[in-house]
Each structure stands twice: as structure tokens, then as C-alpha cells.
């Protein structure tokens, strides 16, 4: 899932200082199951930014909502009714959901309230971890799973840099070196010879290098 | 608002607090909410203490072993230290939010708590 997380307060009330009526809109999608963006969150930054205002002698009226997604127009559309209500919304979705408002809802002033961090799972309640980059060429089929693109520092696509050391990467010792998890795996599975092959030079116009990414489905167009 | 709110458990403090004011046992300006459990409190509950006027707010939950709904104390807990967090951004003293534990029917550490809490509102 895409993770996120809140922005700073500071932040926050610097953002929405000059908004006498906001409306904080929550995202179901991912951002609701890594707990930064759901009806918990909302309902958490309204009484938090409430407080904050409240706190600066500034006054604030700030309602609350939750759409199943941000990242599909049936859901953004209706606040396009309602942009002339507020002076700003302020999207708990990731920077996807925000972007979709701006776009679709012309006269509606977004702000971001979460800053979206990486793909990634979760290793367990309030830890997440990157597992993807979203690169648009997988590899994980020559790489026993693990990708080499989101989780070496590098990036490297044949084997580890010289600071791998004992498993771990020089960046952090806290940081598993993915090329020994890849060796290793591969080893598990009696495949550690195919990485005798060299992996050519990544192209890396699929992962936005060239611009916006799109894609196309044609059996599925109107 | 009064200056001090406590939301306790409802398996916590047995003594009226009208009856503990009146003895003089906690302060005058404290109001206490009673909850099924302590675990059903949320954080803008907490955060809307402050903005409705509180200077503390506490919460008196069963011991951790003790909840009757097992795990109910716990999650005020991390209730209230996810609240401590948000002070903190505000630069709001955090030690203005607390969680404290009382076993089932015992009013002193509620009473202890607000004492406590009370030294803390001045500060």
C-alpha cells in the first residue's frame, strides 16, 4: 500500500493560518489501513489543528469527512458542490488524492495534511517498511522476490557495493544489505547460479524518468 | 469547562466527587467524566478537554491486568501518549495530559491523580 504520514503540526497550522472554514477530508484507501489519513485521523487532526488555532487566538471552523477513495473521480466530484462552504480543504490522502482534487475540482483550495513516504508493508502495528519503488520494470522474478531497486540504496542491479558488510548496508547498520538477502534466498532455492547472469542496464524512462506515467486499457475505455 | 477534567473508568473511584470537593479532597474546579472503560476514550476527546478550557486532563483507567475488558486501559494509554505527542507539536506542556491506574473501586489514586494533575495546571 501507499504509506504516509501526518505532517508536522507547525506545519499544518502555518498552512491553514488565514482559513476561517476548512474542511478536512479522510481517504479509506491505503492511507486509512497505515492509520495517517482514515475517520480516526481526521477526526484526531480536526481536534489537534481546533486546539492549535485556539491556542494562536485564531478562530477556525472545521468540519470533518471521509470518502471511500480520493483516487477516483465519483468520489472527488461531489466536493466540487461544495468548495463554495469552505476556504480550503485540507486532503488526509496521499499526495495522489490531492493532485485528483486539484485537478477535477477547479474551484476547491487543497492542502496536503499527510506527506506520502513509499510503498511498502506492514512488519507489524506502527511499522512499516519500503518494498517497492514503483520502478514500472519488476525484476523480482531474477531476484528470488526481494527488490533491488526500492530496498539497495543504490539501486544496484548485479550484487552489492563494497559496504555491504556481515548482511548489512553502510548506509545504516540497522538496514538489511538486500543483496545478501537476495544471495541467500536464492541460495534457499538452488538458484544462486543464475546470478551469474548479468543484468543489463536498467531503462529508466518507465520508472518517471520520462515523464507522468499513463496507462492505457483499452477493453476497458467508455 | 473546569480547569482539571479526569475521565475515569467506571469500575474506578466509588466515592461521589461532589462528596470528595465538598471534604476538600481534590480540587474545586475538577470535573470528572465516567466511562464504561477507558478504552472507549479517544484522542480528540482528550485534545477537546484543553480547547474547551481544561489547563490538565488525566485519565484513571484499571490496572493493566486488571481491565475488564483486557485490554481497555491499555489502549487509553496509548491514547494518551499519542495526545502527549500532539501537545508537545503545540508546544503545550505534555506532561498536562496523564494516564494513571486504580484498582476496581478505589478512589485514592483517583483522588492522588487530581492532586497531581492540579500541580501540574500550575505550572
Known sequence: ?222 | MSKIKGFCCNYTLSVDIEALIKEGLVPEDLEIERLPCTGRLEVPQLLDAFSDGAEAVFVVGCQLDKCHNLSGSYRASKRVKYAKRILEELDIDPDRVEMFFAGRGETEPVVEAARIMASRSKG
Request: charged content about 25%.
Open chain 1, 1 to 222: 500500500m501507499i504509506i504516509a504520514e501526518r505532517k508536522p503540526m507547525k506545519e499544518l497550522l502555518e498552512m491553514v493560518s488565514d482559513v476561517k472554514r476548512l474542511l478536512i477530508v479522510g481517504c479509506r484507501g491505503c492511507v486509512a489501513v497505515c492509520s495517517a489519513g482514515g475517520d480516526k485521523e481526521v477526526s484526531i487532526l480536526a481536534a489537534a489543528l481546533r486546539l492549535g488555532m485556539k491556542k494562536a487566538g485564531k478562530q477556525i471552523e472545521i468540519d470533518e469527512d471521509t470518502l471511500v477513495r480520493q483516487c477516483d473521480p465519483e468520489y472527488i466530484d461531489p466536493l466540487n458542490d461544495r468548495a463554495s462552504d469552505y476556504d480550503a480543504v485540507l486532503s488526509m490522502a496521499c499526495g495522489v488524492g490531492v493532485n485528483f482534487i486539484a485537478d477535477r475540482c477547479p474551484d476547491v483550495n487543497v492542502m496536503p495534511a499527510l506527506n506520502t513516504t513509499f510503498y511498502g508493508a506492514n512488519l507489524s502495528s506502527g511499522e512499516w517498511k519500503e518494498m517497492c519503488a514503483g520502478c514500472g520494470a519488476c525484476v523480482l522474478h531474477l531476484t528470488g522476490g526481494l527488490c533491488p531497486v526500492a530496498r539497495c540504496a543504490k539501486s544496484l542491479s548485479n550484487g552489492p557495493c563494497g559496504g555491504s558488510q556481515g548482511g548489512r548496508c553502510e548506509i545504516n547498520p540497522d538496514v538489511d544489505c538486500i543483496w545478501q538477502q537476495i544471495y541467500d534466498k536464492l541460495s534457499s532455492l538452488n538458484r544462486k547460479e543464475e546470478l551469474r547472469q548479468i543484468m543489463p542496464i536498467r531503462d529508466w524512462t518507465t520508472a518517471g524518468h520520462g515523464g507522468p506515467r499513463r496507462r492505457i486499457r483499452e477493453d476497458l475505455l467508455p
